[in-house]
């Protein structure tokens, strides 16, 4: 059994799946063209409340405002499809300088899972405000203590135990895809229940509609905080795991 709080080691390359580098995107150039700090400035959250993207956007939106570079921010959730929906609703303001989308690494799995119109290439990469690494997490009352604990039990019952995460074919899904096959689990086996944020995973698992939880570590920190409602059994990093447990 491993030591409670150690890091997650899974084998073959998952650093480059899990590093989720956000990025930056308008339909033709920077939102800073234009007649002043005055000029709205619209920031698409392709998620729902709560989520490492909305949450982004509005730490964005805050630190435009208290700079004093731009006033009149809005953000505007547009949940649904993994973010392709956000995205659609970007390529669709072709011609508008002050549209911004956040996204990452989950919106190019969504596109391939879901079929959509748009991908990556309709829209102008402009900029990498963040990477993060992803966590494990359960309620802060469950049976589950250490990573060993979730694996023993997730071998016999792979195809029922119900796990939380982000869309479909996005990071979230494939860290627990990678997790599981380091547990001997066969990732088309495993129960997914995919949410449009973090916000709703962490409904999902304080309700009890789930049993554990994959997402960035941003989306569970306040959670898992000494009495926060979460208890993380790990994270992809053994370098995240020190700097999170180290903190004063």
């Known amino acids: 059994m491993r030591d409670r709080g150690v890091p997650l080691r899974v084998a073959g390359g998952l650093c480059a799946l899990l590093l989720v580098g956000t990025a930056l995107y308008d339909v033709r150039q920077s939102a800073a063209s234009g007649d002043g700090a005055q000029e709205k400035v619209l920031l698409i959250a392709p998620a729902g409340p709560g989520g490492g993207w909305d949450t982004l956007a509005r730490e964005m939106q805050n630190g435009l405002r208290e700079e004093d570079l731009r006033f009149n921010v809005e953000v505007r959730n547009a949940e649904g499809a993994g973010g392709t929906i956000g995205l659609a609703q970007t390529v669709g303001r072709d011609g508008q300088d002050n549209?911004?989308?956040?996204?990452?690494?989950?919106?190019?799995?969504?596109?391939?899972?879901?079929?959509?119109?748009?991908?990556?290439?309709?829209?102008?990469?402009?900029?990498?405000?963040?990477?993060?690494?992803?966590?494990?997490?359960?309620?802060?009352?469950?049976?589950?203590?250490?990573?060993?604990?979730?694996?023993?039990?997730?071998?016999?019952?792979?195809?029922?135990?119900?796990?939380?995460?982000?869309?479909?074919?996005?990071?979230?899904?494939?860290?627990?895809?990678?997790?599981?096959?380091?547990?001997?689990?066969?990732?088309?086996?495993?129960?997914?229940?995919?949410?449009?944020?973090?916000?709703?995973?962490?409904?999902?698992?304080?309700?009890?509609?789930?049993?554990?939880?994959?997402?960035?570590?941003?989306?569970?920190?306040?959670?898992?905080?000494?009495?926060?409602?979460?208890?993380?059994?790990?994270?992809?990093?053994?370098n995240a795991w020190t700097a999170w447990t180290s903190r004063p």
């Open 99 to 238: 549209v911004l989308t956040m996204t990452g690494l989950g919106m190019v799995g969504a596109v391939e899972t879901t079929g959509s119109l748009y991908t990556m290439e309709d829209a102008t990469p402009i900029a990498q405000l963040a990477s993060e690494y992803l966590a494990i997490v359960v309620p802060k009352d469950s049976p589950y203590e250490t990573i060993d604990d979730l694996a023993e039990d997730w071998n016999e019952q792979s195809g029922t135990l119900p796990v939380a995460g982000g869309s479909m074919g996005g990071v979230d899904q494939i860290f627990a895809a990678q997790v599981a096959q380091s547990m001997g689990i066969s990732p088309g086996e495993i129960n997914y229940l995919p949410y449009s944020g973090g916000g709703e995973t962490l409904t999902s698992l304080l309700s009890g509609t789930s049993k554990v939880g994959f997402g960035t570590l941003g989306d569970f920190s306040d959670q898992i905080e000494d009495d926060g409602p979460l208890r993380a059994l790990a994270v992809s990093s053994p």
